[in-house]
Structure formats: structure tokens, C-alpha cells
């Protein structure tokens, strides 16, 4: 027997897709397909290849910049969190890269490094890095005092402190971070497809829209979202599972 949140899920989603269907068949707008129909080009594209060709252009971008963000990301939020002087110095730079409107710099970056690779990764970097910086900095600062004065009672290094005690407490809210990172790359990726060169997903959408086959373009938007959600639900069980029973939670909250 299902279980309740499964089927909750299932539900949510029957209401959304029967909405859809419903909505492409009033019609609100001569744009706007069924499900079924965009369904129906998502199977079309699968089946040729099409989808597979654009995903492997898309994920490049998305793989490095993630990657990137994650190492780069952590490692400045550990400093950021540990050091009041890199908190006062790179905080307030993270905080206005979260809340400005970053699609601004994409003409910056194709200027400076092209339309190539590189500006794609720096668009996902963007996206992604204030999230995973914010909140494991605010984990790092956020771990229980008393948890630290135990560690210098029994005469710990400063190292040690850090390296077997901060981390490791802070470490759930860091996870949660980069699944929160990942899920702004995802934006990232698709952003700089539609806004530098139209490749991978993007071309398909652009194209799409460029020949008023409107199928094949909610299809493509349809299919990155649910890969996200798919990814997204992935790094929750791993997360749960590596950290059952600790409280977790996001610095932002």
C-alpha cells in the first residue's frame, strides 16, 4: 500500500497535469498545448535522440560549474564562518550576488570570456555559489558553544576544533546548502543556454518557439524540471540517510 506522503505526491501531480490538460483544451492561449500533446513530442524527442543530444550539451556546463561552486563554495563559507575578518570582507559580496539580478552580468561574461563553455560555467558558478557560501557559513558560526568549550576542556587544537568538532556539526545544514546550490545551477545552466548560445535543452526550447511548435518546447521545459526534481529528491534521501536523527535546517531560516 502506498504510503500517505507518496500518494499525496501522486495527487498533487494529477491536480497539476489535469489542470494542464484542461487549461490546453479552453484553450487559454493558442500557445499553450495539452499535457498529452507536449507528452506526446517529450516521447517523440526521446525516442530519436534529440533529448539525449541536448541533455549531454547541457550537463557539461552544469557538472563543472556545480563542482566548482561545491569546492570553491564550502571552502570560502568554512573561512567565512571560522574568521571575522573574511565574514566582514566576502559576506556582504554574497549576500548582494544572492539577492541581485544576476542574468544582468550574462552580457558582462559573454564579453569578457565569450559565448563559449566558459561564460556558460560562470553563469552556473553565480547561481550557485551565495547559496552554498550563505548557508555554510552560517552553519559554521551556528555551531552549539558548548560543543567547542567541550573540545578546548579536553585541550583540542585549534585544527582539531575545527576539523572534528565544527565540521562535523555543521555538516547537515552544509548539505542542505549545495542541494539548495545545485537546484540555482540548474537555473544557471538553462539561463545561459537561452541567454548566451541556444544549446542542449535551450536549443531545443528557442528553436521550439522560433517554428511555433509549442509541444516540443513545454516538453523540453517540462523534462529539465523534472530531472531537477528527480536530482533534488535524490541528494534529500542521501542526506537524510547520512544524517538521520540530526536536527537539520538552513542558515537562512
Known amino acids: 500500500m502506498l504510503n500517505r506522503s507518496l500518494l499525496l505526491k501522486f495527487l498533487s ?28 513530442a517529450l516521447a517523440e524527442m526521446t525516442f530519436d535522440g534529440r533529448l539525449y543530444a541536448a541533455y549531454v550539451e547541457t550537463l557539461k556546463p552544469l557538472a563543472i560549474g556545480i563542482a566548482i561552486s561545491a569546492v570553491v563554495g564550502i571552502t570560502v563559507g568554512l573561512w567565512t564562518g571560522l574568521n571575522n575578518w573574511f565574514d566582514w570582507l566576502f559576506s556582504p559580496i554574497f549576500i548582494v550576488m544572492q539577492a541581485a539580478p544576476l542574468a544582468a552580468l550574462i552580457p558582462l561574461l559573454v564579453m569578457v570570456y565569450g559565448i563559449g563553455l566558459t561564460s556558460k560555467v560562470f553563469v552556473v558558478c553565480i547561481m550557485a555559489m551565495p547559496v552554498i557560501v550563505l548557508n555554510t557559513a552560517g552553519a559554521v558560526r551556528n555551531t552549539p558553544s558548548s560543543l567547542i568549550e567541550m573540545g578546548k576542556s579536553f585541550q583540542a587544537s585549534r585544527l582539531e576544533v575545527v576539523t572534528k568538532i565544527i565540521i562535523p556539526a555543521a555538516s547537515p545544514v552544509i548539505f542542505s546548502g549545495l542541494r539548495l546550490g545545485i537546484s540555482a545551477g540548474f537555473i544557471g545552466a538553462i539561463l545561459s543556454e537561452l541567454k548566451i548560445t541556444p544549446t542542449g535543452v535551450g536549443d531545443i526550447i528557442t528553436f521550439s518557439r522560433s517554428i511555433a511548435d509549442y509541444a516540443s518546447m513545454y516538453a523540453a521545459i517540462f523534462s529539465i524540471i523534472v530531472l531537477a526534481v528527480l536530482f533534488l529528491n535524490l541528494l534529500e534521501k542521501i542526506e537524510n540517510y547520512l544524517f538521520e536523527g540530526n536536527v537539520r535546517g538552513y542558515a537562512s531560516d
Do not use: N
Request: no cysteine; net charge negative.
Open 13 to 40: 501531480a494529477f491536480i497539476v497535469f489535469g489542470a494542464w490538460e484542461i487549461a490546453g483544451h479552453i484553450p487559454v492561449s493558442y500557445a499553450f498545448p495539452t499535457f498529452i500533446e507536449s507528452m506526446k
